[in-house]
């Protein structure tokens, strides 16, 4: 089910979520009128689609800069920038013009133009609580991270108040677009090169099959201790598989526990720290 929006004290059916299809986008951009958001991408790539209350807005001002100056990072990454602004055609491009100045990058991607609010309605990214001078509800800062299936892999929203992070964007995109195939999972804080985690759903037989008994390490846990009759241990770590370096972790024993206890003076009766 999906989150419902208010617009012009009208409840209207909230936007897409994550693994649905994301909505075409066609109308005009700063360059053209017939834009089409799935031409744009094609069947290669992926995109990140990125959500702006308004032109001549400080903080967007920024992100788009931002965005702009890495442009080549998300292209080495196969992922097409796609701009979303509630103004039209020629604010977009009068707007770029400052956003050059400013911050040095300047706007080639596609900025697309949605000055009457339907799309941004359509998606579910209207906050009623924060109006233009029209009136009009202003979109929040959502990120959409599509597939090259136009699915949605990953949602962000930040209220209008706080810029996005566009490192944390390359991170999740490298996490995305490396556990979209490998069997793993990326921890908290993870950074491309970093150790991951072997699926949840593999027993330690599948995990033995697909990596190697040699090429991960089990991580120790009280609520697993004594137990002998596990066919699956729940956090175990191995190599980036993307990493040019070989998982090896043959200087441990196979299938080692690896010691998690901390018993260093910041342990405290017996709890793990």
């Known amino acids: 089910q ?3 929006v208010l617009f012009n004290n009208t409840i209207m059916p909230g936007g897409p979520t994550i693994n ?9 951009t700063q360059d053209t009128d017939d834009f089409d958001l799935y031409e744009y991408i094609g069947e290669d790539s992926w995109a990140c689609v990125f959500m702006h209350p308004g032109d001549f807005t400080p903080v967007c001002t920024t992100e788009l800069g931002t965005a702009a100056n890495l442009s ?14 509630c103004n039209g055609k020629e604010s977009h491009q009068t707007w770029i013009k400052d956003i050059k100045q400013v911050t040095g990058g300047y706007v080639e991607y596609p900025l697309f133009c949605d000055p009457t609010r339907e799309n941004a309605v359509a998606l579910g990214i209207v906050d009623e609580t924060n109006k233009d001078a029209k009136g009009l509800p202003m979109t929040v800062r959502s990120v959409f991270i599509l597939k090259p299936d136009k699915t949605i892999a990953l949602m962000m929203t930040y209220p209008a108040s706080t810029g996005r992070n566009f490192n944390e964007i390359l991170r999740v995109i490298d996490s995305l677009q490396l556990t979209v195939n490998a069997k793993v999972a990326t921890p908290a804080d993870w950074n491309k090169g970093d150790d991951v985690i072997v699926n949840f759903p593999l027993t330690d037989n599948d995990a033995d099959d697909y990596f190697g008994k040699d090429n991960y390490r089990i991580i120790a846990v009280p609520s697993e201790t004594g137990n002998n009759n596990l066919t699956k241990h729940y956090l175990r770590y191995t190599k980036d598989p993307s990493s040019s370096s070989k998982p090896n972790y043959q200087e441990e024993t196979s299938h080692a526990i690896v010691e998690a206890y901390n018993e260093t003076p910041d342990s405290k009766d017996g709890l793990w720290v």
């Open 72 to 85: 080549d990072k998300f292209a080495s990454r196969s992922v097409k920038l796609c701009g979303f602004s």
């Open 20 to 28: 649905d299809k994301f909505p075409n986008l066609k109308g005009s």
């Open 2 to 4: 999906r989150h419902q």
